[in-house]
């Protein structure tokens, strides 16, 4: 009984201690900034214009409080592998985005977020559909076409295409970052397609303007008939008659 109350109360003692012990590591911790994080760092001095190669990357840790946006996560050295500096680097120095060309960048991680058989093309939409700058990549909408009727100068308005996912709004892929869509007559936004939708895309900005549709990203269900859908003058009369006529048929007690 004796030797059963001594291994309990050691078994007690010995788990007190290592909680003791954990809440003194974190404390430590907290004070030397948090939890070390990962980020990518160069082994050697180099000059402006280096390629940042594989070689001259490595893993460096900064604690949580000290790493800041401008820091490329580790997770992200294959995005910075084959770019150039933009500026001098020393040996040990923890690289940042502004350290390599943005332009470049960008391109990088355009290309990582394109799904499997799919394409980024870059459409010119009318500014309306930027719905004011809250439009982000991430967004899924629809695309109308409204270009004049073949062999007719009469306009009409046709669903091209629809649930197209949005890569990039006015160059920027951070969907947390404000599009920097102004009031200007066309906005740039880039979406990812087949092949063929991106045909028909590039298609159709040449022959008249692209409005964009925003969806609820719950909403993946296609709602295109066999056909493109037209709209033109004479479909919203009629709509406008059956509206009319159905308000009519209804008694004016009840409506």
Same mark, same amino acid.
């Given at each position: 009984?004796? !030797?059963?109350? !001594?291994?309990?109360?050691?078994?007690?003692?010995?788990?007190?201690? &290592?909680?003791?012990?954990?809440?003194?590591?974190?404390?430590?911790? #907290?004070?030397?900034?948090? #939890?070390?994080? =990962?980020?990518?760092?160069?082994?050697?001095?180099?000059?402006?214009?280096?390629?940042?190669? =594989?070689?001259?990357? &490595?893993?460096?840790?900064? @604690?949580?409080?000290?790493?800041?946006? =401008?820091?490329?996560?580790?997770?992200?050295?294959?995005?910075?592998?084959?770019?150039?500096?933009?500026?001098?680097?020393?040996?040990?120095?923890?690289?940042?985005?502004?350290?390599?060309?943005?332009?470049?960048?960008?391109?990088?991680?355009?290309?990582?977020?394109?799904?499997?058989?799919?394409?980024?093309?870059? %459409?010119?939409?009318?500014?309306?559909?930027?719905?004011?700058?809250?439009?982000?990549?991430?967004?899924?909408?629809?695309? !109308?076409?409204?270009?004049? =009727?073949?062999?007719?100068? #009469?306009?009409?308005?046709? *669903?091209?295409?629809?649930?197209?996912?949005?890569?990039?709004?006015?160059?920027?892929?951070?969907?947390?970052?404000?599009?920097?869509?102004?009031?200007?007559?066309?906005? *740039? %936004?880039?979406?990812?397609?087949?092949?063929?939708?991106? *045909?028909?895309? %590039?298609?159709? *900005?040449?022959?008249?303007?692209?409005?964009?549709?925003?969806?609820? @990203?719950?909403?993946?269900?296609?709602?295109?008939?066999?056909? /493109?859908?037209?709209?033109?003058?004479? %479909?919203?009369?009629?709509? #406008?008659?059956?509206?009319?006529?159905?308000?009519? /048929?209804?008694?004016?007690?009840?409506?």
């Amino acid at each position: 009984m004796k !030797l059963r109350a !001594l291994l309990l109360s050691l078994l007690v003692a010995g788990i007190g201690a &290592a909680l003791c012990f954990a809440a003194f590591a974190r404390v430590r911790r #907290e004070a030397q900034g948090g #939890e070390p994080v =990962r980020v990518v760092a160069v082994t050697r001095d180099l000059a402006p214009g280096a390629v940042l190669t =594989r070689d001259v990357l &490595a893993v460096r840790t900064i @604690p949580r409080a000290y790493v800041e946006e =401008r820091h490329v996560p580790f997770e992200d050295t294959e995005t910075v592998v084959g770019l150039r500096a933009v500026s001098a680097l020393r040996a040990g120095e923890a690289l940042l985005w502004n350290d390599v060309d943005d332009e470049a960048v960008a391109a990088a991680r355009l290309a990582a977020v394109i799904g499997e058989g799919r394409r980024a093309v870059t %459409v010119r939409v009318h500014a309306t559909s930027a719905f004011t700058g809250l439009l982000r990549p991430g967004d899924r909408v629809d695309v !109308l076409h409204f270009a004049p =009727r073949l062999g007719s100068e #009469e306009r009409v308005t046709a *669903q091209l295409l629809e649930n197209v996912l949005v890569l990039a709004v006015a160059g920027t892929l951070d969907p947390s970052s404000p599009s920097r869509c102004g009031a200007t007559s066309a906005q *740039q %936004v880039t979406v990812a397609a087949t092949v063929d939708e991106a *045909q028909r895309l %590039v298609h159709a *900005q040449s022959t008249g303007d692209l409005h964009l549709v925003l969806r609820n @990203p719950d909403d993946v269900e296609p709602m295109l008939s066999m056909g /493109d859908p037209v709209t033109d003058a004479d %479909v919203l009369v009629a709509a #406008e008659r059956r509206r009319r006529r159905a308000r009519s /048929d209804v008694p004016s007690s009840i409506r």
